[in-house]
Protein backbone atom coordinates (compact mmCIF):
# COMPACT_ATOMS: atom_id res chain seq x y z
CA UNK A 1 0.00 0.00 0.00
CA UNK A 2 1.17 3.55 -0.84
CA UNK A 3 2.00 5.44 1.93
CA UNK A 4 0.40 9.04 2.28
CA UNK A 5 2.42 11.83 1.80
CA UNK A 6 2.47 14.23 5.25
CA UNK A 7 0.36 17.31 4.47
CA UNK A 8 -0.49 20.67 5.31
CA UNK A 9 -3.31 21.85 3.92
CA UNK A 10 -5.15 25.59 4.23
CA UNK A 11 -8.16 27.89 2.91
CA UNK A 12 -10.42 27.32 0.63
CA UNK A 13 -10.53 28.13 -3.13
CA UNK A 14 -8.16 27.68 -6.51
CA UNK A 15 -5.80 24.73 -4.94
CA UNK A 16 -2.24 25.89 -5.14
CA UNK A 17 0.61 23.14 -4.68
CA UNK A 18 3.79 23.94 -2.97
CA UNK A 19 6.78 21.46 -4.12
CA UNK A 20 10.06 22.16 -2.01
CA UNK A 21 12.91 20.92 -3.13
CA UNK A 22 16.21 18.56 -2.44
CA UNK A 23 17.19 19.11 1.41
CA UNK A 24 14.50 21.02 3.49
CA UNK A 25 10.79 20.23 3.68
CA UNK A 26 7.40 21.70 2.90
CA UNK A 27 8.29 24.76 5.97
CA UNK A 28 10.87 26.61 3.41
CA UNK A 29 7.61 27.39 1.41
CA UNK A 30 5.01 27.54 3.82
CA UNK A 31 6.90 30.82 4.77
CA UNK A 32 4.99 32.50 1.94
CA UNK A 33 1.61 31.54 3.43
CA UNK A 34 0.56 34.76 3.65
CA UNK A 35 0.64 35.89 0.38
CA UNK A 36 -1.94 33.29 -0.40
CA UNK A 37 -3.74 33.70 2.19
CA UNK A 38 -4.76 37.23 1.86
CA UNK A 39 -7.58 37.38 -0.41
CA UNK A 40 -9.29 33.97 0.59
CA UNK A 41 -8.87 32.49 -2.65
CA UNK A 42 -6.25 29.76 -2.93
CA UNK A 43 -6.68 26.36 -1.05
CA UNK A 44 -2.87 25.60 -0.30
CA UNK A 45 -1.73 22.15 -0.43
CA UNK A 46 2.23 21.77 1.36
CA UNK A 47 3.01 18.29 0.73
CA UNK A 48 6.46 16.78 2.20
CA UNK A 49 8.12 15.09 -0.28
CA UNK A 50 9.34 11.51 -0.30
CA UNK A 51 12.24 11.21 2.67
CA UNK A 52 12.02 14.82 3.34
CA UNK A 53 10.02 15.94 6.75
CA UNK A 54 6.80 13.57 7.16
CA UNK A 55 7.01 11.98 4.37
CA UNK A 56 8.38 8.21 4.65
CA UNK A 57 10.99 7.46 1.88
CA UNK A 58 10.27 5.77 -1.66
CA UNK A 59 10.64 1.85 -1.69
CA UNK A 60 13.23 0.80 -4.26
CA UNK A 61 15.76 2.75 -6.00
CA UNK A 62 13.89 6.26 -5.04
CA UNK A 63 15.89 8.21 -7.85
CA UNK A 64 14.56 11.66 -9.66
CA UNK A 65 11.78 9.85 -12.24
CA UNK A 66 10.31 8.13 -9.16
CA UNK A 67 10.58 11.10 -7.04
CA UNK A 68 8.03 12.37 -10.27
CA UNK A 69 6.39 9.80 -10.61
CA UNK A 70 5.08 9.81 -7.12
CA UNK A 71 4.48 13.86 -6.92
CA UNK A 72 1.88 12.96 -10.06
CA UNK A 73 0.33 10.24 -8.02
CA UNK A 74 0.35 12.87 -5.08
CA UNK A 75 -1.24 15.22 -7.22
CA UNK A 76 -4.01 13.04 -8.55
CA UNK A 77 -5.42 11.67 -5.31
CA UNK A 78 -5.32 15.44 -3.70
CA UNK A 79 -7.00 17.08 -6.80
CA UNK A 80 -8.07 14.87 -9.58
CA UNK A 81 -8.85 16.71 -12.68
CA UNK A 82 -9.57 20.51 -10.96
CA UNK A 83 -7.61 22.82 -11.88
CA UNK A 84 -4.53 24.22 -9.99
CA UNK A 85 -1.60 26.53 -9.88
CA UNK A 86 1.41 25.07 -8.60
CA UNK A 87 4.62 26.90 -6.70
CA UNK A 88 8.36 24.84 -7.45
CA UNK A 89 11.31 25.78 -5.05
CA UNK A 90 15.16 24.44 -6.54
CA UNK A 91 14.63 20.96 -7.36
CA UNK A 92 10.83 21.64 -6.95
CA UNK A 93 10.84 24.11 -9.38
CA UNK A 94 11.69 21.01 -12.19
CA UNK A 95 9.62 18.90 -10.78
CA UNK A 96 6.59 21.55 -10.84
CA UNK A 97 7.51 21.55 -15.07
CA UNK A 98 7.71 17.84 -15.13
CA UNK A 99 4.25 18.27 -13.43
CA UNK A 100 2.29 20.16 -15.62
CA UNK A 101 3.93 18.82 -18.89
CA UNK A 102 2.08 15.47 -17.63
CA UNK A 103 -1.12 17.49 -16.80
CA UNK A 104 -1.81 19.46 -19.54
CA UNK A 105 -4.53 21.88 -19.47
CA UNK A 106 -4.81 21.43 -15.67
CA UNK A 107 -2.16 23.96 -14.70
CA UNK A 108 -3.72 27.57 -14.12
CA UNK A 109 -0.32 29.03 -13.10
CA UNK A 110 3.39 28.59 -12.74
CA UNK A 111 5.65 30.21 -10.30
CA UNK A 112 9.48 29.04 -10.02
CA UNK A 113 11.60 30.36 -7.58
CA UNK A 114 15.43 29.51 -8.00
CA UNK A 115 14.05 26.07 -10.23
CA UNK A 116 16.67 24.16 -11.27
CA UNK A 117 16.80 23.67 -14.95
CA UNK A 118 19.03 21.06 -15.28
CA UNK A 119 19.39 18.69 -12.56
CA UNK A 120 23.20 17.82 -14.00
CA UNK A 121 25.95 20.31 -12.30
CA UNK A 122 28.02 20.02 -14.76
CA UNK A 123 25.50 21.74 -17.64
CA UNK A 124 24.72 24.40 -15.43
CA UNK A 125 26.23 28.50 -16.03
CA UNK A 126 26.84 29.42 -12.46
CA UNK A 127 28.28 32.56 -11.16
CA UNK A 128 31.20 32.25 -8.91
CA UNK A 129 30.03 32.14 -4.63
CA UNK A 130 29.82 35.72 -3.33
CA UNK A 131 29.10 37.08 -0.01
CA UNK A 132 27.92 40.60 -0.07
CA UNK A 133 28.11 41.08 3.59
CA UNK A 134 28.70 39.52 7.02
CA UNK A 135 27.21 40.51 10.52
CA UNK A 136 30.54 40.73 13.11
CA UNK A 137 30.46 37.60 14.88
CA UNK A 138 27.13 36.22 13.66
CA UNK A 139 28.62 32.63 12.83
CA UNK A 140 30.80 32.54 15.97
CA UNK A 141 27.40 32.45 17.88
CA UNK A 142 25.85 29.65 16.27
CA UNK A 143 26.09 26.33 16.54
CA UNK A 144 29.29 25.03 14.81
CA UNK A 145 26.67 22.36 12.53
CA UNK A 146 24.24 25.53 12.26
CA UNK A 147 26.87 27.98 11.47
CA UNK A 148 28.35 25.56 8.55
CA UNK A 149 24.93 24.69 6.85
CA UNK A 150 23.52 28.13 6.97
CA UNK A 151 26.88 30.12 5.16
CA UNK A 152 26.74 27.13 2.60
CA UNK A 153 24.53 29.36 0.80
CA UNK A 154 23.82 32.08 2.26
CA UNK A 155 25.03 35.73 0.48
CA UNK A 156 23.65 38.32 3.15
CA UNK A 157 25.22 36.83 6.36
CA UNK A 158 22.52 38.65 9.14
CA UNK A 159 20.76 37.91 12.18
CA UNK A 160 17.47 38.35 10.17
CA UNK A 161 18.34 36.34 7.62
CA UNK A 162 19.68 33.54 10.04
CA UNK A 163 16.54 33.46 11.83
CA UNK A 164 14.15 32.91 8.85
CA UNK A 165 17.08 30.44 7.54
CA UNK A 166 16.67 28.93 10.90
CA UNK A 167 12.42 28.65 11.27
CA UNK A 168 12.15 27.55 7.62
CA UNK A 169 14.78 25.55 6.18
CA UNK A 170 17.22 23.97 8.79
CA UNK A 171 14.92 22.03 10.50
CA UNK A 172 13.94 19.87 7.27
CA UNK A 173 17.40 19.80 6.23
CA UNK A 174 18.59 18.50 9.59
CA UNK A 175 15.47 15.98 9.50
CA UNK A 176 16.03 14.42 5.67
CA UNK A 177 16.36 10.95 5.32
CA UNK A 178 20.26 10.31 4.77
CA UNK A 179 19.67 6.92 2.72
CA UNK A 180 16.58 8.40 0.88
CA UNK A 181 18.90 12.06 0.14
CA UNK A 182 21.67 9.23 -1.26
CA UNK A 183 20.04 7.45 -3.61
CA UNK A 184 18.08 10.57 -5.08
CA UNK A 185 21.41 11.82 -5.41
CA UNK A 186 22.53 8.11 -7.46
CA UNK A 187 19.70 9.03 -9.83
CA UNK A 188 19.02 12.63 -10.26
CA UNK A 189 18.39 12.85 -13.74
CA UNK A 190 15.24 12.68 -15.59
CA UNK A 191 14.57 10.67 -18.96
CA UNK A 192 13.91 14.07 -20.81
CA UNK A 193 13.71 17.72 -19.50
CA UNK A 194 9.82 18.94 -19.63
CA UNK A 195 11.09 22.05 -21.00
CA UNK A 196 10.64 21.39 -24.80
CA UNK A 197 7.01 19.99 -24.43
CA UNK A 198 5.79 22.97 -22.46
CA UNK A 199 7.05 25.30 -25.00
CA UNK A 200 4.85 22.94 -27.71
CA UNK A 201 1.91 22.58 -25.66
CA UNK A 202 -0.88 25.33 -26.99
CA UNK A 203 -2.40 24.76 -23.14
CA UNK A 204 1.23 27.14 -22.23
CA UNK A 205 0.57 29.69 -24.45
CA UNK A 206 -1.38 31.85 -22.22
CA UNK A 207 -0.47 30.06 -18.76
CA UNK A 208 0.68 32.87 -15.89
CA UNK A 209 4.79 31.78 -15.61
CA UNK A 210 6.74 33.28 -13.01
CA UNK A 211 10.87 33.19 -12.60
CA UNK A 212 12.75 34.34 -9.89
CA UNK A 213 16.46 33.62 -9.58
CA UNK A 214 19.12 35.35 -7.06
CA UNK A 215 21.73 36.85 -8.56
CA UNK A 216 24.64 35.63 -6.41
CA UNK A 217 23.08 32.02 -6.63
CA UNK A 218 25.94 29.68 -7.27
CA UNK A 219 23.66 26.72 -6.73
CA UNK A 220 21.64 26.52 -9.77
CA UNK A 221 22.52 30.35 -11.60
CA UNK A 222 20.24 33.17 -12.95
CA UNK A 223 21.08 33.00 -16.48
CA UNK A 224 19.58 29.22 -16.88
CA UNK A 225 16.57 30.43 -15.58
CA UNK A 226 16.16 33.66 -17.43
CA UNK A 227 16.42 31.33 -20.90
CA UNK A 228 13.84 29.44 -18.97
CA UNK A 229 11.68 31.91 -18.68
CA UNK A 230 11.51 33.41 -22.78
CA UNK A 231 10.26 29.53 -23.28
CA UNK A 232 7.01 30.55 -22.07
CA UNK A 233 4.80 33.78 -23.91
CA UNK A 234 3.49 35.17 -20.53
CA UNK A 235 6.41 34.77 -18.24
CA UNK A 236 7.80 37.34 -16.07
CA UNK A 237 11.66 37.24 -15.24
CA UNK A 238 13.44 38.65 -11.87
CA UNK A 239 17.03 37.87 -11.12
CA UNK A 240 17.22 39.47 -7.90
CA UNK A 241 20.67 41.47 -6.54
CA UNK A 242 21.47 40.69 -2.60
CA UNK A 243 19.93 36.79 -3.11
CA UNK A 244 21.14 33.28 -3.14
CA UNK A 245 19.78 30.42 -3.55
CA UNK A 246 16.71 30.57 -0.93
CA UNK A 247 15.46 33.47 -2.93
CA UNK A 248 13.05 34.29 -1.20
CA UNK A 249 14.35 34.06 2.60
CA UNK A 250 17.00 36.64 1.24
CA UNK A 251 14.78 39.14 -0.78
CA UNK A 252 11.29 38.13 1.09
CA UNK A 253 9.16 41.38 0.15
CA UNK A 254 10.48 41.33 -3.02
CA UNK A 255 9.28 37.79 -3.99
CA UNK A 256 6.03 38.78 -2.31
CA UNK A 257 5.18 41.60 -4.13
CA UNK A 258 5.92 39.29 -7.66
CA UNK A 259 3.73 36.73 -6.27
CA UNK A 260 1.07 38.89 -5.74
CA UNK A 261 1.42 39.93 -9.14
CA UNK A 262 1.41 36.22 -10.35
CA UNK A 263 -1.86 35.70 -8.33
CA UNK A 264 -3.77 38.37 -9.77
CA UNK A 265 -2.73 37.34 -13.46
CA UNK A 266 -3.73 33.32 -12.47
CA UNK A 267 -7.21 34.75 -10.95
CA UNK A 268 -7.93 36.60 -14.22
CA UNK A 269 -6.94 33.83 -16.61
CA UNK A 270 -9.13 31.87 -14.37
CA UNK A 271 -12.21 34.00 -14.31
CA UNK A 272 -11.76 34.47 -18.05
CA UNK A 273 -11.87 30.32 -18.53
CA UNK A 274 -14.64 29.88 -16.32
CA UNK A 275 -16.93 32.55 -18.08
CA UNK A 276 -16.14 30.85 -22.00
CA UNK A 277 -16.68 27.15 -20.49
CA UNK A 278 -19.97 28.48 -19.02
CA UNK A 279 -21.19 30.28 -22.25
CA UNK A 280 -20.02 27.23 -24.59
CA UNK A 281 -22.03 24.85 -21.83
CA UNK A 282 -25.22 27.54 -21.60
CA UNK A 283 -25.83 27.09 -25.44
CA UNK A 284 -28.83 26.09 -26.63
CA UNK A 285 -28.87 22.41 -28.20
CA UNK A 286 -26.14 21.49 -25.45
CA UNK A 287 -26.62 18.16 -23.67
CA UNK A 288 -25.43 18.29 -19.61
CA UNK A 289 -24.78 15.40 -17.03
CA UNK A 290 -24.84 15.97 -13.47
CA UNK A 291 -24.43 14.11 -10.30
CA UNK A 292 -23.00 12.34 -8.32
CA UNK A 293 -20.46 8.44 -9.00
CA UNK A 294 -20.87 6.44 -5.66
CA UNK A 295 -18.04 3.39 -4.56
CA UNK A 296 -19.85 0.96 -2.81
CA UNK A 297 -16.03 0.52 -0.59
CA UNK A 298 -12.42 1.14 -1.18
CA UNK A 299 -11.75 -1.34 -3.93
CA UNK A 300 -14.22 0.32 -6.36
CA UNK A 301 -12.10 3.63 -5.12
CA UNK A 302 -9.16 2.30 -5.90
CA UNK A 303 -10.28 1.34 -9.36
CA UNK A 304 -11.92 5.42 -9.90
CA UNK A 305 -8.41 6.68 -8.63
CA UNK A 306 -6.55 4.22 -11.14
CA UNK A 307 -8.23 4.81 -14.50
CA UNK A 308 -9.91 8.33 -13.79
CA UNK A 309 -6.74 10.22 -15.13
CA UNK A 310 -6.58 8.82 -18.66
CA UNK A 311 -10.41 8.89 -19.05
CA UNK A 312 -10.52 12.39 -18.55
CA UNK A 313 -7.87 12.66 -20.94
CA UNK A 314 -9.71 10.68 -23.73
CA UNK A 315 -12.89 12.37 -22.85
CA UNK A 316 -11.89 15.75 -23.43
CA UNK A 317 -10.05 15.10 -26.58
CA UNK A 318 -13.61 13.60 -27.72
CA UNK A 319 -15.37 15.87 -30.58
CA UNK A 320 -18.16 18.14 -29.34
CA UNK A 321 -17.07 17.78 -25.73
CA UNK A 322 -17.13 21.12 -24.25
CA UNK A 323 -16.44 20.55 -20.07
CA UNK A 324 -15.79 16.99 -18.48
CA UNK A 325 -14.92 17.46 -14.55
CA UNK A 326 -15.23 14.36 -11.97
CA UNK A 327 -14.02 16.08 -8.90
CA UNK A 328 -13.60 14.17 -5.48
CA UNK A 329 -15.61 15.31 -2.39
CA UNK A 330 -14.83 15.30 1.54
CA UNK A 331 -16.27 11.50 1.34
CA UNK A 332 -13.16 9.20 -0.52
CA UNK A 333 -15.91 7.53 -2.09
CA UNK A 334 -17.83 9.84 -3.97
CA UNK A 335 -16.85 12.16 -6.79
CA UNK A 336 -19.35 14.88 -8.75
CA UNK A 337 -19.30 14.89 -12.18
CA UNK A 338 -20.62 17.13 -14.47
CA UNK A 339 -20.16 17.24 -18.42
CA UNK A 340 -21.35 19.01 -21.56
CA UNK A 341 -21.65 17.79 -24.83
CA UNK A 342 -22.16 19.96 -28.00
CA UNK A 343 -25.54 18.09 -29.32
CA UNK A 344 -26.90 14.43 -28.61
CA UNK A 345 -24.69 12.98 -31.29
CA UNK A 346 -21.82 13.76 -29.78
CA UNK A 347 -22.77 12.47 -26.18
CA UNK A 348 -24.46 9.24 -27.71
CA UNK A 349 -20.41 8.92 -29.43
CA UNK A 350 -19.20 9.03 -25.97
CA UNK A 351 -21.13 7.17 -24.26
CA UNK A 352 -20.55 4.29 -27.03
CA UNK A 353 -16.69 4.66 -26.57
CA UNK A 354 -16.69 4.60 -23.19
CA UNK A 355 -18.76 1.35 -22.56
CA UNK A 356 -15.88 -0.71 -24.21
CA UNK A 357 -13.34 1.36 -22.67
CA UNK A 358 -10.72 0.49 -20.21
CA UNK A 359 -12.71 2.86 -17.61
CA UNK A 360 -16.14 1.58 -18.55
CA UNK A 361 -14.76 -2.09 -18.12
CA UNK A 362 -13.05 -1.45 -14.79
CA UNK A 363 -16.40 0.72 -13.37
CA UNK A 364 -19.10 -1.27 -15.11
CA UNK A 365 -20.80 -1.62 -11.46
CA UNK A 366 -20.26 1.11 -9.74
CA UNK A 367 -23.41 3.15 -8.68
CA UNK A 368 -23.93 6.39 -10.69
CA UNK A 369 -26.96 8.61 -9.87
CA UNK A 370 -26.59 11.14 -12.91
CA UNK A 371 -29.40 13.14 -14.84
CA UNK A 372 -29.27 14.04 -18.35
CA UNK A 373 -30.91 16.90 -20.04
CA UNK A 374 -30.64 19.75 -23.20
CA UNK A 375 -31.08 18.90 -26.68
CA UNK A 376 -34.78 18.83 -25.99
CA UNK A 377 -37.39 20.39 -24.50
CA UNK A 378 -37.79 17.45 -21.97
CA UNK A 379 -36.90 17.91 -18.30
CA UNK A 380 -33.96 16.28 -17.13
CA UNK A 381 -33.87 12.55 -16.97
CA UNK A 382 -32.47 10.36 -14.56
CA UNK A 383 -29.46 8.11 -16.16
CA UNK A 384 -29.17 4.22 -15.29
CA UNK A 385 -27.09 3.89 -12.00
CA UNK A 386 -24.90 1.40 -14.22
CA UNK A 387 -24.27 3.24 -16.86
CA UNK A 388 -20.80 3.28 -17.71
CA UNK A 389 -19.91 6.75 -18.84
CA UNK A 390 -19.20 9.87 -16.28
Known amino acids: MTVQPHLVRRGSGTPVLFVHGNGPDHRLLLDLDDVFAADGAWERFYPDLP ?56 CVGMALLAPVVDPVREHRTLPARTVLAE ?39 RGADVDAMRRLGELYELPSLPDAELEADPAIRDLPVLVVAGRQDDVVGFED ?42 RRGAEERSGAEARRASAPGHVELRGPLVCADAREADLVRRHLAQHVELTRAEPGCLAFHVEPTEDPLVWTVAETFADRESFAAHQARVTSSAWGRATEGIRRDYSVSGASDDSPQPLAGGSSTP
Open 225 to 266: QDALARRFPRATFAALDGAGHNVHLDQPEVVRTLLRAWLTAV
Open 135 to 173: EPGLLASLDPADAETYAEMAVVLSRENWERFRETALPGI
Open 51 to 106: GFGGTPPLAGRGGLPDLADRLDEIVGDLLGQRPFAVVGNSLGGLLARDLVARRSGQ
